[in-house]
């Protein structure tokens, strides 16, 4: 799906795929989509392209987060209610 660099023999990397070719990071900074579409975009899209369901429950975990700390930021609120 993404493409990466080919590994260099003798590397560390425990990823067998070799590192991606492009900073995702960067990617998210240069296009037009707000960080919630972002994060609404990648946890829609995300279980295509995982094997593991370990995995895709630390990348759920991970966006569940993310997405939290992204509404608390924007809605105006600071109490303790979460709801």
Same mark, same amino acid.
């Given at each position: 799906?993404a493409?990466?660099?080919?590994?260099?023999?003798?590397?560390?990397? +425990?990823d067998?795929?070799?590192a991606? /070719?492009?900073?995702?990071?960067?990617?998210?900074?240069?296009?037009?989509?707000?960080?919630g579409?972002?994060? +609404?975009?990648?946890?829609?899209?995300?279980?295509?392209?995982?094997?593991?369901?370990? /995995?895709?429950?630390?990348?759920?975990? %991970?966006?569940?987060?993310?997405?939290?700390?992204?509404d %608390? +930021?924007? /809605?105006? +609120?600071?109490?303790?209610?979460?709801?």
């Amino acid at each position: 799906y993404a493409k990466r660099r080919k590994q260099k023999s003798g590397s560390n990397c +425990s990823d067998p795929r070799g590192a991606l /070719d492009f900073d995702p990071e960067k990617v998210l900074l240069e296009s037009e989509m707000g960080l919630g579409s972002a994060i +609404s975009f990648l946890e829609y899209h995300c279980p295509d392209f995982f094997t593991d369901i370990t /995995d895709l429950s630390d990348a759920f975990l %991970r966006y569940s987060d993310s997405a939290f700390f992204h509404d %608390r +930021s924007y /809605d105006g +609120s600071h109490g303790d209610s979460i709801c």
